[in-house]
């Protein structure tokens, strides 16, 4: 029944920007995080950044701090990723995360989405 919609991604050259958004629907309460991962290939998927619903507290890769920027509109239950001075290798495909916590790691839930592709190439 939860549905997170991706868009935004596409082909972009260095140095150039990307807007990400991500659209989840179906959740009976509010998630305790949304983020965004990406996996490029040959690699594992990654956290690239994370928001947290109580309070907004953000978390960056050290690879995009002061690049990227992580917002949400709780009452949407949406997020974005705003990506500026786009490198080579962020290539991936970019998935958006829904992730509700419990006491007990086995009580933690996440929604993902179908994964954006985002190209950064000459």
């Known amino acids: 029944q939860v549905q997170l919609v991706e868009s935004g991604g596409g082909l972009v050259q260095p140095g150039g920007s990307l807007r990400l958004s991500c659209a989840a629907s179906?959740?009976?309460?509010?998630?305790?995080?949304m983020s965004w991962y990406r996996q490029a290939p040959g690699k594992e998927r990654e956290l690239v950044a994370a928001?947290?619903?109580?309070?907004?507290?953000?978390n960056y890769a050290d690879s995009v701090k002061g690049r990227f920027t992580i917002s949400r509109d709780n009452a949407k239950n949406t997020v974005s990723l705003q990506m500026n001075s786009l490198k080579p290798e962020d290539t991936a495909v970019y998935y958006c995360?829904?992730?509700?916590?419990?006491?007990?790691?086995?009580?933690?839930?996440?929604?993902w989405g179908q994964g954006t592709q985002v190209t950064v190439s000459s």
């Open positions: 179906g959740l009976t309460s509010s998630p305790s995080a």
């Open positions: 995360n829904v992730r509700n916590f419990g006491l007990f790691k086995s009580e933690q839930v996440d929604y």
């Open positions: 928001i947290i619903t109580l309070g907004g507290m953000t």
